[in-house]
Antibody, heavy 119, light 107 residues
Framework: EVHLLESGGDLVQPGGSLRLSCAAS????????MSWVRQAPGKGLEWVSA????????YYTDSVKGRFTIFRDNSKSTLYLQMSSLRAEDTATYYCAKDGSIEKTFASWGQGTLVTVSS | EIVLTQAPGTLSLSAGERATLSCRASQSVSSSLAWFQQKPGQAPRLLIYAASSRATGIPDRFSGSGSGTDFTLTITRLEPEDFAVYYCQYYGPTLNTFGQGTKLEIK
Protein backbone atom coordinates (compact mmCIF):
# COMPACT_ATOMS: atom_id res chain seq x y z
CA GLU A 1 0.00 0.00 0.00
CA VAL A 2 1.28 3.45 -0.94
CA HIS A 3 2.02 5.68 2.03
CA LEU A 4 3.17 9.30 1.88
CA LEU A 5 4.01 11.20 5.05
CA GLU A 6 4.81 14.91 4.91
CA SER A 7 6.66 16.78 7.63
CA GLY A 8 8.44 20.06 8.21
CA GLY A 9 5.53 22.47 8.25
CA ASP A 10 5.90 25.33 10.71
CA LEU A 11 5.28 28.98 11.47
CA VAL A 12 7.92 31.08 9.70
CA GLN A 13 8.42 34.82 9.28
CA PRO A 14 8.09 36.52 5.89
CA GLY A 15 11.38 36.24 4.02
CA GLY A 16 12.28 33.07 5.89
CA SER A 17 13.06 29.57 4.68
CA LEU A 18 11.68 26.11 5.34
CA ARG A 19 12.24 22.60 4.05
CA LEU A 20 9.39 20.14 3.70
CA SER A 21 9.89 16.39 3.48
CA CYS A 22 7.69 13.59 2.20
CA ALA A 23 8.66 10.06 3.22
CA ALA A 24 7.34 7.46 0.81
CA SER A 25 6.77 3.74 1.21
CA UNK A 26 4.88 0.89 -0.45
CA UNK A 27 6.21 1.40 -3.96
CA UNK A 28 9.44 1.73 -5.95
CA UNK A 29 10.02 5.41 -5.26
CA UNK A 30 12.54 6.11 -8.02
CA UNK A 31 10.11 4.93 -10.68
CA UNK A 32 7.50 7.62 -10.18
CA UNK A 33 7.27 11.36 -10.74
CA MET A 34 6.23 13.22 -7.62
CA SER A 35 4.62 16.59 -7.00
CA TRP A 36 3.80 19.14 -4.35
CA VAL A 37 0.30 20.61 -4.28
CA ARG A 38 -0.81 23.27 -1.81
CA GLN A 39 -4.08 24.56 -0.45
CA ALA A 40 -4.43 27.90 1.29
CA PRO A 41 -6.87 27.92 4.21
CA GLY A 42 -10.43 27.73 2.87
CA LYS A 43 -9.23 27.88 -0.74
CA GLY A 44 -8.78 25.54 -3.67
CA LEU A 45 -5.92 23.32 -4.79
CA GLU A 46 -2.82 24.74 -6.44
CA TRP A 47 -0.09 22.66 -8.06
CA VAL A 48 3.34 23.88 -6.94
CA SER A 49 6.07 21.71 -8.42
CA ALA A 50 6.87 18.34 -9.96
CA UNK A 51 9.97 16.20 -10.36
CA UNK A 52 10.79 13.23 -12.54
CA UNK A 53 11.57 9.83 -11.07
CA UNK A 54 15.30 10.26 -11.56
CA UNK A 55 15.22 13.80 -10.23
CA UNK A 56 16.83 15.40 -13.25
CA UNK A 57 13.73 17.18 -14.54
CA UNK A 58 11.77 19.67 -12.47
CA TYR A 59 8.80 21.97 -13.05
CA TYR A 60 7.36 24.87 -11.06
CA THR A 61 4.35 27.09 -11.08
CA ASP A 62 5.31 30.67 -11.92
CA SER A 63 4.65 32.09 -8.46
CA VAL A 64 7.36 29.97 -6.82
CA LYS A 65 10.03 29.93 -9.52
CA GLY A 66 13.35 31.09 -8.14
CA ARG A 67 12.15 30.71 -4.53
CA PHE A 68 11.28 27.01 -4.20
CA THR A 69 13.38 23.98 -5.13
CA ILE A 70 12.03 20.47 -5.43
CA PHE A 71 14.43 17.56 -5.11
CA ARG A 72 14.43 13.94 -4.07
CA ASP A 73 16.70 11.36 -2.48
CA ASN A 74 15.78 8.05 -4.06
CA SER A 75 18.08 6.16 -1.69
CA LYS A 76 15.90 7.39 1.18
CA SER A 77 12.57 7.32 -0.71
CA THR A 78 12.05 10.92 0.28
CA LEU A 79 10.80 13.97 -1.58
CA TYR A 80 11.71 17.49 -0.52
CA LEU A 81 10.60 21.06 -1.09
CA GLN A 82 13.08 23.75 -0.12
CA MET A 83 11.23 27.03 0.27
CA SER A 84 12.91 30.42 0.62
CA SER A 85 11.88 34.08 0.51
CA LEU A 86 8.55 32.97 1.91
CA ARG A 87 5.55 35.27 1.61
CA ALA A 88 2.23 35.45 3.40
CA GLU A 89 0.56 34.05 0.29
CA ASP A 90 2.61 30.86 0.63
CA THR A 91 0.60 30.01 3.74
CA ALA A 92 -1.08 26.69 2.98
CA THR A 93 -1.26 23.01 3.64
CA TYR A 94 1.31 21.36 1.42
CA TYR A 95 0.57 17.89 0.07
CA CYS A 96 2.95 15.56 -1.68
CA ALA A 97 1.38 13.47 -4.41
CA LYS A 98 2.44 10.48 -6.45
CA ASP A 99 1.63 9.92 -10.09
CA GLY A 100 -0.14 6.69 -10.93
CA SER A 101 1.48 4.31 -13.37
CA ILE A 102 -1.65 4.29 -15.49
CA GLU A 103 -3.41 7.39 -14.27
CA LYS A 104 -0.49 9.77 -15.03
CA THR A 105 -1.81 12.15 -12.42
CA PHE A 106 -2.06 12.37 -8.64
CA ALA A 107 -3.26 8.91 -7.71
CA SER A 108 -1.93 8.97 -4.13
CA TRP A 109 -1.65 11.82 -1.63
CA GLY A 110 -0.14 12.40 1.78
CA GLN A 111 -2.11 13.94 4.63
CA GLY A 112 -0.42 17.34 4.26
CA THR A 113 1.73 19.62 6.39
CA LEU A 114 0.80 23.19 7.31
CA VAL A 115 3.09 26.11 6.51
CA THR A 116 2.18 29.46 8.03
CA VAL A 117 4.06 32.57 6.96
CA SER A 118 3.42 35.37 9.41
CA SER A 119 5.25 37.84 11.59
CA GLU B 1 -1.69 29.21 -19.58
CA ILE B 2 -4.66 26.86 -19.38
CA VAL B 3 -7.50 27.99 -17.12
CA LEU B 4 -10.16 25.57 -15.90
CA THR B 5 -13.55 27.00 -14.97
CA GLN B 6 -15.94 24.87 -12.96
CA ALA B 7 -19.69 25.35 -12.72
CA PRO B 8 -21.69 25.72 -10.64
CA GLY B 9 -19.76 27.03 -7.67
CA THR B 10 -22.21 25.34 -5.32
CA LEU B 11 -24.72 22.61 -6.10
CA SER B 12 -27.49 21.82 -3.61
CA LEU B 13 -29.09 18.41 -4.04
CA SER B 14 -30.65 15.63 -2.00
CA ALA B 15 -29.44 12.09 -1.51
CA GLY B 16 -30.66 9.88 -4.32
CA GLU B 17 -30.59 12.69 -6.89
CA ARG B 18 -28.26 13.01 -9.87
CA ALA B 19 -25.40 15.53 -9.85
CA THR B 20 -23.86 17.04 -12.97
CA LEU B 21 -20.67 19.09 -12.55
CA SER B 22 -19.03 21.00 -15.39
CA CYS B 23 -15.41 21.87 -16.14
CA ARG B 24 -14.45 24.05 -19.10
CA ALA B 25 -10.88 24.58 -20.29
CA SER B 26 -9.64 27.81 -21.89
CA GLN B 27 -8.03 25.74 -24.64
CA SER B 28 -8.06 22.11 -25.65
CA VAL B 29 -6.58 19.70 -23.10
CA SER B 30 -7.43 16.63 -25.17
CA SER B 31 -8.37 13.99 -22.59
CA SER B 32 -5.77 14.96 -19.96
CA LEU B 33 -8.44 15.81 -17.43
CA ALA B 34 -8.99 14.37 -13.96
CA TRP B 35 -11.56 14.80 -11.21
CA PHE B 36 -10.86 14.79 -7.47
CA GLN B 37 -13.10 14.68 -4.44
CA GLN B 38 -12.11 16.41 -1.21
CA LYS B 39 -13.85 16.19 2.13
CA PRO B 40 -13.14 18.59 5.04
CA GLY B 41 -9.83 17.88 6.74
CA GLN B 42 -8.85 15.25 4.19
CA ALA B 43 -6.51 15.04 1.24
CA PRO B 44 -8.06 14.97 -2.22
CA ARG B 45 -8.97 11.61 -3.74
CA LEU B 46 -8.65 10.79 -7.42
CA LEU B 47 -11.99 9.80 -8.94
CA ILE B 48 -11.58 10.03 -12.71
CA TYR B 49 -8.55 10.27 -14.99
CA ALA B 50 -8.19 10.56 -18.75
CA ALA B 51 -11.58 12.32 -18.70
CA SER B 52 -13.62 9.14 -18.36
CA SER B 53 -11.65 6.36 -16.62
CA ARG B 54 -12.56 5.58 -13.03
CA ALA B 55 -9.69 5.29 -10.59
CA THR B 56 -9.22 2.15 -8.53
CA GLY B 57 -11.98 1.57 -6.01
CA ILE B 58 -14.27 4.34 -7.24
CA PRO B 59 -17.96 3.32 -7.37
CA ASP B 60 -19.60 3.16 -10.77
CA ARG B 61 -22.09 5.87 -9.82
CA PHE B 62 -19.23 8.26 -10.66
CA SER B 63 -18.63 8.84 -14.36
CA GLY B 64 -16.71 11.35 -16.44
CA SER B 65 -17.17 12.48 -20.00
CA GLY B 66 -15.90 15.02 -22.50
CA SER B 67 -12.80 15.89 -24.44
CA GLY B 68 -11.14 19.02 -25.76
CA THR B 69 -12.54 21.89 -23.70
CA ASP B 70 -15.79 20.66 -22.12
CA PHE B 71 -15.98 18.00 -19.44
CA THR B 72 -18.61 16.64 -17.10
CA LEU B 73 -18.56 14.66 -13.88
CA THR B 74 -21.82 12.87 -13.23
CA ILE B 75 -22.81 11.26 -9.96
CA THR B 76 -25.94 9.17 -10.23
CA ARG B 77 -27.97 8.41 -7.09
CA LEU B 78 -26.10 10.61 -4.61
CA GLU B 79 -25.04 8.91 -1.38
CA PRO B 80 -24.56 10.88 1.88
CA GLU B 81 -20.77 10.43 1.63
CA ASP B 82 -20.69 12.11 -1.80
CA PHE B 83 -21.31 15.58 -0.42
CA ALA B 84 -17.90 17.23 -0.73
CA VAL B 85 -15.90 19.59 -2.91
CA TYR B 86 -14.95 18.43 -6.41
CA TYR B 87 -12.03 19.69 -8.46
CA CYS B 88 -11.14 19.14 -12.07
CA GLN B 89 -7.47 19.11 -13.04
CA TYR B 90 -5.52 19.35 -16.26
CA TYR B 91 -2.29 17.36 -16.19
CA GLY B 92 0.10 18.37 -18.89
CA PRO B 93 3.69 17.50 -19.76
CA THR B 94 5.14 20.47 -17.89
CA LEU B 95 2.40 21.84 -15.68
CA ASN B 96 -0.81 21.08 -13.85
CA THR B 97 -3.86 23.27 -13.30
CA PHE B 98 -6.87 22.87 -11.03
CA GLY B 99 -10.31 24.35 -11.38
CA GLN B 100 -11.65 26.44 -8.53
CA GLY B 101 -13.92 23.66 -7.28
CA THR B 102 -17.62 22.87 -7.01
CA LYS B 103 -19.11 22.38 -3.57
CA LEU B 104 -21.78 19.70 -3.56
CA GLU B 105 -23.97 20.30 -0.53
CA ILE B 106 -27.01 18.64 0.97
CA LYS B 107 -30.24 20.42 0.13
Amino acid sequence: EVHLLESGGDLVQPGGSLRLSCAASGFTFSTYPMSWVRQAPGKGLEWVSAISGSGDITYYTDSVKGRFTIFRDNSKSTLYLQMSSLRAEDTATYYCAKDGSIEKTFASWGQGTLVTVSS
Amino acid sequence: EIVLTQAPGTLSLSAGERATLSCRASQSVSSSLAWFQQKPGQAPRLLIYAASSRATGIPDRFSGSGSGTDFTLTITRLEPEDFAVYYCQYYGPTLNTFGQGTKLEIK
